[in-house]
């Protein structure tokens, strides 16, 4: 079965950071691109980065520069490490796989940046 497992989050002072993981199950991992969003209260989940099968990135107009998405093949892993936080970035986490029209989703993890 498909399982995606976020870890990482947590309580980060302005200007820190952190890095997300994402641990992925139950499909061909190295053929699929991959995926973070977040959420934050009251707002719409939004893409924060992409990362392709072969590692070519996108990110948000938000985010560029401070964070950065990866992943290891060998261990089904797909990170997002978080630099110079925002208390703006805060919000839940979410890794996302798109299984060719079967979309798989982890059950996030919250990151909350203070003052």
Known sequence: QV??????????QS????????AASGF???AFG???YRQAPGKE?????????????NY???????????????RNRVYLQMNSLKPEDT????CH????????WGQGTQVTVSF
């Open 45 to 57: 989940r939004e893409l924060v980065a992409v990362i392709t099968r072969i590692s070519s990135t």
């Open 91 to 94: 919000a839940v986490y979410y």
């Open 60 to 74: 948000a107009d938000s985010v560029k520069g401070r964070f950065t998405i990866s992943r290891d093949d060998a």
């Open 34 to 36: 991959m995926s973070w």
């Open 15 to 22: 200007g820190g950071s952190l890095r997300l993981s994402c």
């Open 28 to 30: 061909a991992f190295g």
């Open 97 to 104: 796989a798109d299984l060719a029209g079967l979309s798989a």
């Open 3 to 12: 399982q995606l497992v976020e870890s990482g989050g947590g309580v980060v």
